[in-house]
């Protein structure tokens, strides 16, 4: 069975740091993309960073870039989100979802016409201010 488990939320203060994990099994992981998502309380899903082993590529949104960092342990089978200078605005539940057509599109897997090919459940991450 493929399954991706995300694990490492909780509560942090601003400006703390936290680090998320993704351990995926059930498929051959080098040939994936890894994406993290998040959703807040009343917002939609929206794209935060993604990783692709196949061309070592990292692409990350706007909001979160120079306080996160994406990286993969391809002999774990597991992606990591570390998240420094957090803000209450990060405060969110985090996913990862895995496609094998890559990165590039990965801010659309949040469309129903784009759904990657996995999600994982959620890991809540609450920041306090």
């Known amino acids: 069975d493929v399954q991706l488990q995300a694990s490492g939320g909780g509560l942090v203060q601003a400006g703390g740091s936290l680090r998320l994990s993704c351990a995926a099994s059930?498929?051959?992981?080098?040939?994936?993309?890894i994406g993290w998502f998040r959703q807040a309380p009343g917002k939609e899903r929206e794209g935060v960073s993604c990783?692709?082993?196949?061309?070592?590529?990292?692409y990350y949104a706007d909001s979160v870039k120079g306080r996160f960092t994406i990286s993969s342990d391809n002999a774990k089978n597991t992606v990591y989100l570390q998240m420094n200078s957090l803000k209450p605005e990060d405060t969110a539940v985090y996913y990862c979802?895995?496609?094998?057509?890559?990165?590039?599109?990965?801010?659309?897997?949040?469309?129903?016409?784009?759904?990657?090919?996995?999600w994982g459940q959620g890991t809540l991450v609450t920041v306090s201010s």
């Open positions: 979802a895995a496609d094998s057509t890559g990165c590039r599109n990965y801010l659309y897997w949040v469309l129903p016409a784009q759904d990657p090919d996995y």
């Open positions: 059930g498929f051959t992981f080098d040939d994936y993309a």
């Open positions: 990783i692709s082993s196949s061309d070592v590529t990292t």
